[in-house]
């Protein structure tokens, strides 16, 4: 199962092919679909995001997607899912994870956000994984909605915009094109970079717990 969801995020551009093929118009809602989930609940987030992001934009150089409609769909898919995520997480977060997380942890999260919120929420958007669960903890620690929603917002638009266009105009280039497995790679790689270098400030800043 691992090595088939692995594949499919790996080899999203031979599967988008066939979907636009057999399903036309109906793949919009099924991108709105993949994207809400993957950032809506922590408990999916082995579905494409980065990738699905790139490789539609790839598509929709050749024509084979109108580029509009996936920068409306993903945009409102991506926004919606982090607010959705943000309320779960604050309305059974707490009572859920209440046996298992230590307070001293809960309060080190709310001070977290406190003092990095918006920074969080927006850099969280390019960190696979990572994305799925900042705004549950956003909404664990209680970080007030309007502030949330704000740089949710700007996150989500940033995000979008970002993998969307480097798809568009990077994806046809040859040399991406023939080796775009390898592309997605990279692109999930650097990814990791911000949470990287965000965690390594973090930690030489708070002492330990």
Known sequence: MINGILGYILYVDQYIGPLIQNYGLFIYPLFFLII???????????LPGDSLLFVAGTFAATGALNL???????TL???LGDSVNYWLGSYFGTRFFSKYINKKYLDKTRDFYD???????????????????????AGIGKMR???FFIYNVIG??????????AGYFFGSIPLIKDNLTIAIIAVIILSFVPAIIEYIKYRRASPPL
């Open 115 to 137: 003092r990095h919120g918006p920074k969080t929420i927006i850099i969280a958007r390019f960190i696979p994984i990572i994305r799925s669960f900042a705004p549950f903890v």
């Open 36 to 46: 809400f989930m993957e950032t809506g609940f922590v408990i999916t987030p082995f």
């Open 68 to 74: 509009s409609f996936l920068l409306i769909i993903f």
């Open 145 to 147: 909605y309007s502030r």
């Open 77 to 79: 898919a991506a926004i």
């Open 156 to 165: 989500g638009i940033a995000w979008v915009l970002v993998f969307v266009f």
